[in-house]
């Protein structure tokens, strides 16, 4: 099976930066597409930004020029399947659970997505 642990989430001031983690375990095949989503109360859950195998990435217009989303691409078995969210000039609308969210092959499930259980992004003064 998949797991998909994420940390890094907390409280911050507004204009100020965290950066969440996502790493992915398991029997993996393969990874075509890891990515970041939120879902703020009474709110519909939204794609943040997603990197898709190749490298091509995509990112909601409201977090353009302050989110940057960044995969590992080292030989590093403990981290080549981890991918990070670098969070700058965070604003309190930016306040969410933020879910990691990977589109994984494996020999018993085939290619499906998996999520995170959510990490809580707080931006208050």
């Known amino acids: 099976q998949v797991q998909l642990v994420e940390s890094g989430g907390g409280l911050v001031q507004p204009g100020g930066s965290l950066r969440l983690t996502c790493a992915a375990s398991g029997s993996i095949i393969g990874i075509y597409a890891m990515g970041w989503y939120r879902q703020a109360p009474g709110k519909q859950r939204e794609l943040v930004a997603v990197i898709v195998s190749g490298g091509r990435l995509n990112y909601t217009d409201s977090v353009k020029g302050r989110f940057t989303i960044s995969k590992d691409n080292t030989k590093n078995t403990s981290t080549k399947n981890t991918v990070y969210l670098q969070m700058d000039s965070l604003k309190p609308e930016d306040t969410a659970v933020y879910y990691c969210?990977?589109?994984?092959?494996?020999?018993?499930?085939?290619?499906?997505?998996?999520w995170g259980q959510g990490t809580q992004v707080t931006v208050s003064s």
């Open positions: 969210n990977a589109q994984i092959r494996t020999v018993v499930s085939g290619k499906r997505h998996y």
